[in-house]
């Protein structure tokens, strides 16, 4: 059995610089939506997100993103406003009260540009640029950090997508293009973190295909996100199995290169890393 090598990242953040590839990351999730996929509701209140919040950071999180609009399958898009009167609130509170630093999942670029002022030091775009272009400048005049999200189509018409014939060649071309637009809007590279999109407009047995390929991805030489926590594809009989297939699918992203985990599990998720961070180090040279 062979994994693949990680190579070694400093990812340039507002105010810090972070370590990629020594260990995983490990990316906590909240959701400040009333209809998320998996946990919608649970954190809308903005007393109770902020108590979450705490309690993702200690439970061993390196970093924590909020999202303020679901992009579950069949979800109806919000308005700027809307999201953020979700998102503002919640950002008050939690402004100097964690170490980690803070990430905001938005494709749009003036709930991004309240969020950087607001101490968010992290924008971690869902549609990689392709619904408003202006988030990369955004980005680059606040010298945040940059998440590309691989999506295929929009969460109205995942449905209705057909399989593609090479998942894992659409997405690399992609988050390629993806990658381009954000360095002609003067985003250093070393700002830049790719995320194939797991369960974003891909039909279910070609999430496990791009798992299994996941370390081609390692030839655009970024540093790489895998996000399959929860994710339909990876959905059994109760919550309790799908957090044991939530945790073998990352294990499997760690093996195949994946630099950061985002997850709502995090104390499995660091659990199942730090056994997959182990044999990954004890991994004979080539």
Same mark, same amino acid.
């Given at each position: 059995?062979?994994?693949?090598?990680?190579?070694?990242?400093?990812?340039?953040?507002?105010?810090?610089?972070?370590?990629?590839?020594?260990?995983? /990351?490990? +990316?906590? #999730?909240? $959701?400040?939506?009333?209809?998320?996929?998996? %946990?919608? *509701?649970? =954190?809308?209140?903005?007393?109770?997100?902020?108590?979450?919040?705490?309690?993702?950071?200690?439970?061993?999180?390196?970093?924590?993103?909020?999202?303020?609009?679901?992009?579950?399958?069949?979800?109806?898009?919000?308005?700027?406003?809307?999201?953020?009167?979700?998102?503002?609130?919640?950002?008050?509170?939690?402004?100097?009260?964690?170490?980690?630093?803070?990430?905001?999942?938005?494709?749009?670029?003036?709930?991004?540009?309240?969020?950087?002022? /607001?101490? +968010?030091? #992290?924008? $971690?775009?869902?549609?990689?640029?392709?619904? %408003?272009? *202006?988030? =990369?400048?955004?980005?680059?005049?606040?010298?945040?950090?940059?998440?590309?999200?691989?999506?295929?189509?929009?969460?109205?018409?995942?449905?209705?997508?057909?399989?593609?014939?090479?998942?894992?060649?659409?997405?690399?071309?992609?988050?390629?293009?993806?990658?381009?637009?954000?360095?002609?809007?003067?985003?250093?590279?070393?700002?830049?973190?790719?995320?194939?999109?797991?369960?974003?407009?891909?039909?279910?047995?070609?999430?496990?295909?791009? /798992?299994?390929?996941?370390?081609?991805?390692?030839?655009?030489?970024?540093?790489?996100?895998? *996000?399959?926590?929860?994710?339909?594809?990876?959905?059994?009989?109760?919550?309790?199995?799908?957090?044991?297939?939530?945790?073998?699918?990352?294990?499997?992203?760690?093996?195949?290169?994946?630099?950061?985990?985002?997850?709502?599990?995090?104390?499995?998720?660091?659990?199942?890393?730090?056994?997959?961070?182990?044999?990954?180090?004890?991994?004979?040279?080539?």
């Amino acid at each position: 059995m062979s994994f693949t090598a990680r190579k070694l990242f400093f990812w340039k953040l507002k105010e810090r610089e972070l370590q990629l590839g020594d260990r995983t /990351l490990i +990316v906590g #999730i909240l $959701n400040v939506t009333p209809d998320s996929f998996s %946990d919608g *509701g649970h =954190a809308f209140d903005p007393d109770r997100a902020y108590a979450r919040a705490l309690e993702i950071e200690e439970q061993g999180a390196d970093i924590i993103d909020i999202g303020a609009e679901s992009t579950r399958p069949g979800s109806v898009r919000i308005s700027e406003a809307e999201e953020k009167r979700r998102l503002i609130p919640v950002l008050k509170r939690l402004r100097g009260k964690l170490a980690i630093p803070m990430s905001v999942d938005t494709y749009k670029a003036a709930v991004a540009e309240s969020a950087i002022e /607001l101490g +968010v030091e #992290i924008i $971690n775009d869902p549609a990689s640029l392709t619904i %408003d272009a *202006g988030l =990369a400048k955004v980005v680059s005049n606040a010298n945040a950090g940059l998440i590309l999200n691989h999506m295929r189509g929009t969460p109205e018409t995942w449905a209705k997508l057909p399989p593609v014939p090479d998942v894992m060649g659409l997405v690399r071309h992609d988050l390629e293009a993806a990658v381009h637009r954000a360095r002609r809007a003067a985003v250093d590279n070393a700002r830049i973190v790719i995320d194939p999109g797991f369960g974003f407009g891909k039909r279910g047995e070609q999430n496990f295909e791009l /798992l299994a390929r996941l370390e081609e991805l390692s030839s655009l030489e970024m540093p790489i996100l895998a *996000g399959p926590s929860r994710k339909h594809f990876l959905k059994q009989k109760t919550e309790r199995e799908t957090e044991f297939a939530s945790a073998a699918a990352v294990t499997a992203a760690i093996l195949a290169g994946a630099h950061l985990v985002r997850v709502h599990d995090v104390e499995g998720a660091r659990a199942a890393a730090s056994v997959a961070d182990a044999v990954a180090r004890c991994r004979r040279p080539e």
